[in-house]
Antibody
Framework: QVQLQESGPGLVKPSETLSLTCTVS????????WTWIRQPPGKGLEWIGY???????NYNPSLKSRVTMSVDTSRNQFSLNLSSVTAADTAVYYC????????????WGQGTMVTVSS | AIWMTQSPSSLSASTGDRVTIACRTS??????LAWYQQKPGKAPKLLIY???TLQSGVPSRFSGSGSGTDFTLTISGLQYEDFASYYC?????????FGQGTKVEIK
């Protein structure tokens, strides 16, 4: 079955760029929508944005100026870059899949904890 | 952005109880609503989509209802493995938004 696995540095310095990758196994990245969501420790869920395999995307306005997403169909991966991070960006970051733009997030990765600290 | 308000924020219940969690949205979202279950240290898991459709593999004791701005998640006959946090989420418009969560604890 399809599985998602997030990867990337667990520690990022303030003002630097957080870079994460989600690797899709057991299925193809084409024809699906791919989303990043985060959850600060002990808090709720925040949608970061999505990207379709073709390149169309939509980002949360609260993060839009700092977010870039990309899809690499040859590697079956999609990525998140979040620039100029602060301690407020400390969170568990999840990738998720949905089958349509207006669909729920049906498959989630296990999440990866990112701490912003010097 | 559409605001999502869940109630209660937490509740205590016993196995076998019927539990109801409410989710209210700040504007009409038709039935573009999902419910997720999250256990400590784990990723959220999709339970229900389009307000009332059970995701494949989810036990039938879970049910959802509502449309417009008022929605409900019901667990009929709470099981030990159901003690977790539950989140509603709208996918009617951008940005996608979640409720603040409801923690279901053992009484």
């Amino acid at each position: 079955q399809v599985q998602l696995q997030e990867s990337g540095p667990g520690l990022v310095k303030p003002s630097e760029t957080l870079s994460l990758t989600c690797t899709v196994s057991g299925g193809y990245i084409r024809s699906y929508y791919w989303t990043w969501i985060r959850q600060p420790p002990g808090k709720g869920l925040e949608w970061i944005g999505y990207m379709f395999y073709s390149g169309s995307a939509n980002y949360n306005p609260s993060l839009k100026s700092r977010v870039t997403m990309s899809v690499d169909t040859s590697r079956n991966q999609f990525s998140l870059n979040l620039s100029s991070v602060t301690a407020a960006d400390t969170a568990v970051y999840y990738c998720a899949r949905h089958i349509g733009e207006f669909e729920a997030f049906e498959i989630w990765g296990q999440g990866t904890m990112v701490t912003v600290s010097s | 952005a559409i605001w999502m308000t869940q109630s209660p924020s937490s509740l205590s219940a016993s196995t076998g109880d019927r539990v109801t969690i409410a989710c209210r949205t700040s504007q009409d979202i038709s039935t573009y609503l999902a419910w997720y279950q999250q256990k400590p240290g784990k990723a959220p898991k999709l339970l229900i989509y389009t307000a009332s459709t059970l995701q494949s593999g989810v036990p039938s004791r879970f049910s959802g209802s509502g449309s417009g701005t008022d929605f409900t998640l019901t667990i009929s006959g709470l099981q030990y493995e159901d003690f977790a946090s539950y989140y509603c989420q709208q996918y009617y418009s951008y940005p996608r938004t979640f409720g603040q969560g409801t923690k279901v604890e053992i009484k």
